[in-house]
Each structure stands twice: as C-alpha cells, then as structure tokens.
C-alpha cells in the first residue's frame, strides 16, 4: 500500500534562517505531489504542486520555493523564512486524474 | 471551481448517524464533490466522493441530490473518534486544485 512521510513533524527557526521540508511517497510511482499550509483557524492554501521530476507549478507567489529532485520526492524550500511562513505545511500526493489526494501528517513550523 | 458554503458547527450523539449537508449551488457538470476531515494537528483524511450518484464506502455515505446542488455526507453510527472538522469540496475532473473551506466542526459527544 502507498504511505507518504513528512519530516520534521514540527519546527521552531528564527526569521531570516533557511528552510528545507521534504516529503516522500512509497509504494507508487510517477504521483502528482502537493504542498499545503494551513494558517491558525483557516482552510488549507496550495502552494505547488508537480506533476513529474523537475516540474513545479506555483500557485501563490511568495519566499518559497519547491523541486522535486526524484519521482518520489517533493522538498519545500525557502531561503530567508518571515514571520508570515508559520503555519502547518502538507503534503499530499494521487495517482490518477479522477483520484482523491491523500495527505501527509504534515510539519507543524513556528517561526520567531 | 464551485463554492460550498457548510454549517459552522454541529453536534451528533455517540451511535447516531451524523448528516453533515453541504451547498453547491454553482456546480458544474465535470466538476466532483469530495469530503475529507481533519481532526486536530493532523493532515486531512480523504473520506469520499462522488460525480452525481450515491456513493458508499466503509467509512461513510455520499447522498447527492439531483440538481446537484446539494450533498450530504452520512456517518451512519458515529463514534467519539468522527470529532473533526469536515470539508466538503468541488473540483472539476481536470484541475488538481483542492480547495477547502472552513468546513463543519462536528463534535460528537457520549
């Protein structure tokens, strides 16, 4: 069965530091892959999404970035996280057009 | 994609059935309705969802009603472990993006 690991499970940076959460998918091959952040008390935003190695589509402009250096893997990156990046990040990943997504049990990141 | 608009909150005793109804006036033909739920500090969990036919799995029901325009989701005997909040969500065959709402916190009491 597919089961999909994000780490760390929570994170405390101070502002300005670097960022790196990554996510991976086992037991499928060639998924869409999906990072989320949920802000206190509000519904999930997309960030990114990949439908493949190397291909990353935005979906909100901001310090964050995102690749996906192999079939199973999709990293979040940023280089100077603000005040305004805490949140609860996921990550999801589906197999078919007509699949549900499926999500990770995500990084808790509180940034002071 | 289609707006939902859901009820704030609602309470469901252990064992009953919980009917957690969701709006989408808007919807379009290619467009399914999911339900997923989050219960605190984990990542949504994906419950089930349907085109224009009623569907069932082990976890819940799925009730669209003709129009479209309307659903409801059924948890036929629900247990202290359905506390969450509940998102129902439209989205058109052919896009990936999810879009969720503040949902229903459903809290089910003993």
């Known amino acids: 069965s597919q089961t999909i690991h994000q780490w760390p499970a929570t994170l405390v940076q101070p502002v300005g530091s670097p960022l790196s959460l990554e996510c991976t998918v086992e037991?499928?091959?060639?998924?869409?892959l999906y990072w989320y952040r949920q802000a206190a008390g509000r519904g999930l935003q997309l960030l990114f999404y990949?439908?493949?190695?190397?291909?990353i589509s935005s979906e909100v402009p901001q310090n964050l970035s995102a690749s996906r250096p192999q079939d199973r893997q999709f990293i979040l990156s940023s280089k100077k996280l603000l005040l305004s990046d805490s949140g609860f990040y996921l990550c999801?990943?589906?197999?078919?057009?007509?699949?549900?997504?499926?999500f990770g049990d995500g990084t808790r990141l509180s940034i002071l | 994609d289609a707006k939902t608009t859901q009820p704030t909150s609602m309470d469901c005793a252990e064992g009953r059935a919980a009917n957690l109804p969701c709006n989408h006036s808007?919807?379009?033909?290619?467009?399914?309705v999911y339900w997923y739920r989050q219960i605190h500090s984990q990542g949504p969990q994906y419950i089930i969802h349907?085109?224009?036919n009623n569907e069932t799995n082990e976890m819940a029901s799925l009730i669209i009603t003709e129009d479209r325009k309307s659903s409801t989701l059924i948890l036929p005997h629900a247990t202290l472990r359905d506390t969450a909040v509940y998102y129902c969500?439209?989205?058109?065959?052919?896009?990936?993006?999810?879009?969720f709402g503040t949902g229903t916190r459903l809290q089910v009491f003993p």
């Open positions: 999801a990943w589906k197999e078919g057009a007509d699949q549900p997504q499926h």
């Open positions: 037991g499928t091959s060639n998924p869409n």
């Open positions: 990949s439908v493949g190695i190397g291909q």
């Open positions: 808007t919807i379009s033909g290619n467009e399914y």
């Open positions: 349907g085109l224009k």
């Open positions: 969500i439209v989205r058109a065959f052919n896009t990936d993006k999810l879009i």
